[in-house]
């Protein structure tokens, strides 16, 4: 293993950046090369290849996005695209791929790794946490105090005023950012796509306020009522209840990455280049309880990861 | 004058406790008593009045919303909603009245002194900074902040993508904040209000980018195309561009208010006491040039307030 | 258990809010009445007993600090102090108590235990995390967050004038804070209290920086080289190194709570309610592992909490 | 005018990178050349000359610090240095030169004018806002917003335990940073360079909060009684009253600009150009009352700013 890459792929999450120079610092100090492929699988299939150096990486580890641009490639779904990425790999002596995104990027590199045998180490890089294997996500932390930062300034409104708000918040298919967003907003209502809503349990809260019903309910993207617009139709609808929406949107996705997120990403950049070193490849380095943990990519993507009881039960219980 | 009262009226901004807790305590260091009547204009039909004490203003000068909460009264756009509020002012024996909102709220101050005589002093609370006779208002300097660090975030997004960004800001029928978060954000187009979108230049500047078109739009809500969702509409119709929108919303109208919110909220909160005390009244106190301003109710929603030439030079100079 | 108090002790810690918000509603829900005492154990002794409604504890969750307020108290490190609490306790029916604090409070509240059978329950409130028996301690992670967002700014002037900068943080005994904080800014150099310091092996990477040395220096305040002050005297007599000292100082203790610190304070406010209401005493109520865990008071203070390797390892790695 | 340059010189001030930014998109937009001049005057007598382009300074808007670097150089203060400068100037055939910064490198501006006819403009970049002939400095509302959120933190503490603080805050011999924060954070006492400090009418402040003495002094670093410690000191000697002391220190020099910054440090930047442009030379160019404005260098600081009266009035009002 003298020389290896690193790419950053999928949705852009805080903390890409101290990952890279994590991966970048290390490799350097362990004595092989470390090569920037830019814009995801999209650029590794043009062969946008950078040598990098550790000044690359100097001042890089607050900044949000990723440097090194990131990118959703439909091209890399097709087995003629893959192809052309692992020859621009072997022409350019690459002794294994490490590849930071969800799980359609890992997807991706399993691809690579079966089809072409190219080592490749995936390391969970996506604000929505929702990648079996790992306890947290790269951006995770990141992206739910934003969410709680951004609500924290809506409940302004919502307590003078006396208003129903309801905040969408992202996450996809996963009420991870939905669960802990709502506990730390204090919400009285949390919908989540993993459980049924009940909106009569909603209404009776709403009640029990009063006149001046100062309420905030959370929504997960992914929830099966359809998104915060459709629950706000609904009170309207059913209960005649007023109510006000935000989407919260991009803002989940950017900036500068929390301490957690800085210190997961900086580890799991160091263990991805030493699992590199030790030949391991085809799995997600991720963290468990503490512990790195090795997971097959195939599992990050056929397991689901479970929303943790006891925010199910702190969500019904205060 | 010994006894005054105080409510905010309208969407509630940042920096009306700041504003309340100068009025409240440079009242008390005057020798007269404050009454804070609670709901705006519904709280003084209804007699929701409290006296203030010191203590009761420890403490909120960094927070966002308003403790004296905030309503839009419409009982109170009836000559019988303001006659019921006019008893209760007579009831209570307050001399005065310290109306901090929009011109809507201002509206109402005026139609008090001039049914009922009841002296009544307007302050600049609101986000939006469409009042004449003030450079600004209690609220913009935090509103635009909020704006401009949750537009920092998309534009990682944006940037490690290269994608097209059209995020839609508050400001009502004003561009204000449309055009000072335009230029600090340095975004590739602003749309405000006051002036005629042309779409053609911004497809120019999307163009000289190349592929990846890293481009933000500021909207102001009020722009003559319909705000963010009808302009990625047209850019997707006329030039086959794709774009992603967010609508900031509510974030914007909450959260600790900036040094400048806090500091002028303070001023006029002690100029307003001060107002009443020389006998003013239907006027509203404000900041022009450094200097206090008093300016009739009726000036500062008959009048209109310019965007200054500057911004406009400026959002296309650089 | 019809009856039970909650108060904060020691330093204050952002959290603190949303554990007593979690403690009075849980209770409340369970049926059983929840009493606030404020000044920590000094108001016990005084008896500064408050009954909490769950309005109390509205819009709460948000604020740093403690709205019970806290105390560091002399007279319970006494026989008399302590049974003079107890009448107290037993004046007001308390059936048992929840002190939210460090290893002093908890002592205290083993010995009301120990001297007088009142049934109490630790919570762990500390920006310093040097408890053991928990992962993390309430406040922590706000202190470590707000450390690194001022670092940020710190480094800054240092890139900007190529400056050496030596920033001490809190912590105590315990470089958890230092720890995190110097891998999260990417300090070249990490000084606790755990590990004796090298400051050749700092002034080598100084060097390596060549004419503009751009370092940031974390020290945590137990550490035995002296503090941030004696750090950079050191640089200055021994390799005639100019260096700037920033001590972080009581920044670090305040502010709104991040998402961890809001989620962990709610989940060991209700668990702490459960505890009494199962009878149990004399322990501290943790989360290790993502699950709950309860260890004698005792071993809080007597066991040490361990600074984890791989942090050791990424501070040299990276 | 072919060629100009710009530097930025002296303490860093945020806002600074947005300045730079302007100045080279308004005059690669003019058709002229822009040099971008590295580590203020210390690199131009060393010809550390680097050619900007458009995309130098993407996404820079939003940064602390100075991309160009800066420094405080002594070869400046000799005939020689200036000389060897000129030289490098000429060699560069650079018609023109910005210098960016406070009254110590408008004062090389002038000389290097006045002795080498090199056209020189200055821009107000300081976080200390002590220049004559602009309302604000670049760098100065994001240093009164950071210090105002440190202290927020603070004072949870203050109230939490009932203490006295003593905050220092930056600005050097002027007290508007102190007079600003001081008003925003609704501080007891105000302590500033300008006035003669009064400890009397502090302890009465402390005096009348009684036993729990929640407490906040600002003392400007420039203070005649000698910054915070010594303050503290006094309030200890005289009265035996106990306080904390926190030096902001650095964090108040860095972080991401306000709006106000972004939008003057743009503003001045084009104003800048132009007035090279129009071959103005020796003057600095700042904003008064809303317009531009145009001063002798030699007036920055000969001419002494004066804290505004209101302010004055205002901290003894609330």
């Known amino acids: 293993m003298k020389k290896i890459g690193i790419l950053t792929s999928g ?34 299939i043009e062969g946008k290849f950078k040598k990098m150096k550790r ?34 790999i072997k022409e350019a002596n690459l002794d294994g791929l490490i590849v930071c995104g969800g799980n359609g990027s890992f997807h991706g590199a399993h691809l690579l790794w079966k089809e072409h045998q190219i080592p490749a180490i995936g390391t969970p890089g996506t604000i929505d946490n929702d990648l079996y ?32 708000f ?3 918040v992202m996450g ?36 029990e306020q009063g006149k001046n019903n100062r309420t905030i309910v959370i929504v997960g993207e992914g929830d099966e009522v359809g ?33 957690r997120d800085r210190v997961l990403a900086t580890r799991l950049g160091v263990a991805a280049v030493d699992a590199l070193l030790e030949d391991k490849t085809d799995i997600m380095v991720g963290q468990i309880n503490k512990e790195l943990a090795f997971i097959q990519l195939e599992d990050t993507w056929t397991k689901k990861k479970k929303i943790i009881n006891y925010q199910i039960t702190l969500s019904e219980a205060v």
């Open 172 to 207: 996809r298919n996963a009420g991870f950012i939905a669960m802990d967003v709502g506990i730390s907003t204090g919400a009285e209502y949390i919908a989540i796509p993993e459980t049924e809503s009940n909106i009569d349990i909603l209404y009776k809260k709403i009640l």
């Open 11 to 44: 949705g852009d999450a805080p903390g890409m950046n101290a990952h890279i120079r994590a991966v970048v610092r290390h490799g350097l100090n362990k004595g092989i090369e470390v090569i920037g492929i830019e814009d995801g699988f999209a650029g590794l």
């Open 133 to 164: 294997g790992t306890d947290w996500t790269i951006g995770y932390d990141t992206a739910i105090n934003t969410a709680t930062e951004a609500i924290d300034k809506i409940r302004d409104t919502a307590y003078s005023h006396g208003r129903v």
């Open 227 to 259: 998104g915060a617009m459709a629950f706000s139709q609904i009170l309207k609808d059913r209960f005649d209840v007023k109510s006000h929406v935000t989407i919260l949107g991009h803002i989940q996705r950017g900036g500068s990455p929390t301490v």
């Open 55 to 88: 000044a690359n990486t100097a001042n890089i580890i607050s900044l949000g996005g990723t440097i090194l641009y990131t990118s959703r490639c439909k091209a890399f779904h097709t087995i003629g695209g893959r192809a052309a990425a692992a020859d621009r």
């Open 166 to 168: 309801i905040v969408e």
